[in-house]
């Protein structure tokens, strides 16, 4: 299993789109749920508690929202493959962010640069400086 495939989607996103078909008035209800679910102890557990989140959806005429979580949720809970240590590094992309922080950080102290690949030395040094090459 790659991670590639794991963190390609946020859980942020996921949510956005489970929300995306669900009206305003009941999100923070089906927010819950879903948040329910990342909470489990194991794969095993999420799992199960998936199929009942979107059975209530089912049974709440929410049929789109119940059909995301459905066919989402193998891709969300991959990251439980992994040691619990690494759960929360691995289900969002904070380090993505992170990074992106950092880049945007010192591109604001240089201000302008002269060309493109003055830009992209920048970005290719901070990058190298994280994997540690």
């Known amino acids: ?6 963190t ?14 669900v009206p305003r008035s009941k999100i923070k209800v089906v927010a819950k749920m879903l948040k329910a ?17 979107a059975q209530t959806l089912h049974d709440m005429k ?8 459905e066919s989402g949720m193998a891709e969300r ?4 493959d992994f040691p619990f240590e690494h759960w929360t590094r ?11 922080r950092g880049i945007r950080r010192r591109t604001r102290v240089v201000g302008t640069y002269p060309d493109g690949n003055s830009a ?6 901070r990058l190298r400086h994280v994997v540690g090459i």
Request: proline content about 0%; hydrophobic content about 50%; some cysteine.
């Open 1 to 6: 299993m790659h991670l590639h495939k794991i």
């Open 8 to 21: 390609c989607r946020k859980m942020v996103n996921f949510y956005r789109n489970v929300f995306s078909v």
């Open 37 to 53: 679910i990342h909470a489990q102890e194991s794969k095993a557990a999420a799992k199960e508690k998936a199929k009942q989140v």
């Open 62 to 69: 929410l049929k789109e929202a119940a059909i995301k979580i």
């Open 77 to 80: 809970l991959a990251y439980m």
């Open 90 to 100: 691995i289900r969002t992309n904070n380090v993505i962010e992170r990074l992106n």
């Open 120 to 125: 992209l030395m920048l970005v290719c040094t």
